[in-house]
């Protein structure tokens, strides 16, 4: 069985990949995802403000008598102590890069292009196969426009794209008014993947202590939907690698990401879940769901079910939406 894919420009064997978390931070759970199959790893996020905040204070360090260092330090918002400094970062790319035999993929974190591309040459030395970005950006300010925040993408992009030579991957926020314009726009500043879609923490509310709750929930299968509409539609209209990410917990949603047109699948929340290990269950699922209806390679199936190749391309569109509004019944509660 060929499972073989290509992402952005590199050759896997596999389409299977472990997206940031904690387990790809760490080596020996770096090994275990390798070892039970993953094709590809990206490495936890390096974050921006971790990135200035240690150029600030080795400023502070090289200059003297700097009496605004206090003021300074406070512009800095209070970070959790996290794994990873800069400069931890890099030992991190280089072990991992020494430890495993499948693609590395860093990845930075930021919400704008100043003083942190550079840090991607570095990031490129340490031996990263490529760079995944991901920008978070909530447009609080209310001042601010579609087409601003659209900028603020192409500009991170383009300013890190001008930085390394290596393939960059974008991870997509789904929050765009038209999502596959803007797929075309960042493909055409550069960007050598697209990353469907960045899953934004949503806080709720304690309504005992009124309190925000900002706690982490992982993932369930029915997040798949929006991407999957989203790949359907842009599957065989891009140049650049789309990856599918969020919601995948078996092998039916890597098949189903596979059968829309993703060139990979990304996890986390079901690695999570039942560790490392469950990339092999994925992997033989694949390949258990392939030879059941013959296939023999990956290719006979990517793409088949995306919005070009289907007699019915409307079943990705309002047609769709119209019948199945009319098509509802409600549940019997008698
Ligand atoms: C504990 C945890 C840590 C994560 N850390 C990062 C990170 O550093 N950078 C990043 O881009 N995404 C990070 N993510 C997001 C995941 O890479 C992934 O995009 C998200 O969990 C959706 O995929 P899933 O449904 O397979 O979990 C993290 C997710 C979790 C649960």
Not at 98 to 117: H, R
Not at 161 to 185: D, E, Q
Not at 309 to 320: G, H, I, S, T, W
Request: contains cysteine; proline residues 5%; charged residues 20%.
């Amino acid at each position: 069985m060929d499972l073989t894919t290509r992402y952005m420009g590199l050759q896997l064997k596999n389409p299977l990949v472990a997206s940031a978390s904690p387990l790809t931070g760490e080596l020996d759970s770096l090994k275990r995802l390798e070892d039970a199959g993953a094709a590809a790893l990206i490495l936890p996020s390096l974050f921006q403000e971790e990135i200035e905040a240690e150029t600030a204070r080795y400023e502070h360090l090289t200059s003297a008598h700097d009496d605004s260092w206090p003021e300074g330090l406070s512009n800095f918002p209070k970070l959790p102590e996290t794994q990873h400094g800069p400069h931890q970062y890099l030992e991190l790319v280089r072990r991992a890069r020494q430890a495993a035999g499948v693609p590395v993929i860093a990845s930075l974190n930021g919400v704008s292009n100043e003083g942190w591309t550079t840090y991607a040459r570095q990031l490129q030395q340490a031996g990263a196969h490529g760079l995944e970005l991901n920008i978070y950006f909530i447009p609080a300010d209310l001042t601010s426009t579609g087409r601003d925040v659209e900028q603020r993408y192409l500009d991170i992009l383009r300013s890190l794209r001008a930085a390394v030579s290596i393939p960059v991957a974008i991870k997509l926020s789904p929050y765009f008014s038209s999502v596959g314009n803007m797929a075309l726009a960042l493909q055409d500043a550069g960007a050598d993947a697209l990353v469907l879609f960045n899953r934004f923490y949503q806080p709720d509310l304690d309504l005992t202590r009124l309190q925000v709750l900002t706690d982490l929930k992982l993932s369930e299968p029915s997040e798949i939907r929006l991407p999957l509409l989203w790949l359907a539609v842009l599957s065989g209209r891009t140049r650049a690698s789309l990856a599918a990410s969020t919601g995948v917990a078996s092998a039916d949603e890597v098949v189903k990401y596979l059968l829309v047109g993703a060139d990979v699948v990304m996890t986390t929340s079901s690695l999570l879940r039942r560790g490392p290990g469950h990339m092999a269950t994925l992997l033989a699922g694949l390949q258990e769901w392939l030879d059941a209806r013959e296939f023999n390679s990956l290719e006979q199936v990517r793409g088949i079910m995306s919005q070009c190749k289907l007699r019915d391309p409307q079943a990705f569109e309002r047609a769709n939406y119209i019948k199945i509004l009319h098509g509802y019944r409600a549940p019997d509660r008698s």
